[in-house]
C-alpha cells in the first residue's frame, strides 16, 4: 500500500515537471514571436486611423 501511494507521487511529480516545461516552451515561443513581429505589429496598428 505505501509503495503504491510513493508510485502515485512520482507519477503526480514528473506531470508538473511536464507541465512546468511545457509552459516555458509555451512562454519562449510567445516572446520570439513578438520580438520577431513587434514592429510590424506596432506599425501596423498605427496605421490604422480611428475617427468619431
Known amino acids: 500500500m505505501l ?10 511529480g514528473a506531470s508538473m ?3 512546468a516545461i511545457l509552459v516555458a516552451v509555451m512562454a519562449g515561443i510567445v ?6 513581429l513587434g ?3 506596432s506599425s501596423f496598428i498605427s ?3 480611428i475617427t468619431t
Not at 3 to 12: C, H, K, N, S
Not at 31 to 36: E, K, N, P
Open 39 to 41: 514592429g510590424k505589429i
Open 47 to 49: 496605421g490604422i486611423n
Open 3 to 12: 509503495v503504491g501511494r510513493l508510485e502515485d507521487r512520482e507519477e503526480r
Open 31 to 36: 516572446l520570439a514571436l513578438v520580438t520577431l
Open 17 to 19: 515537471t511536464e507541465y
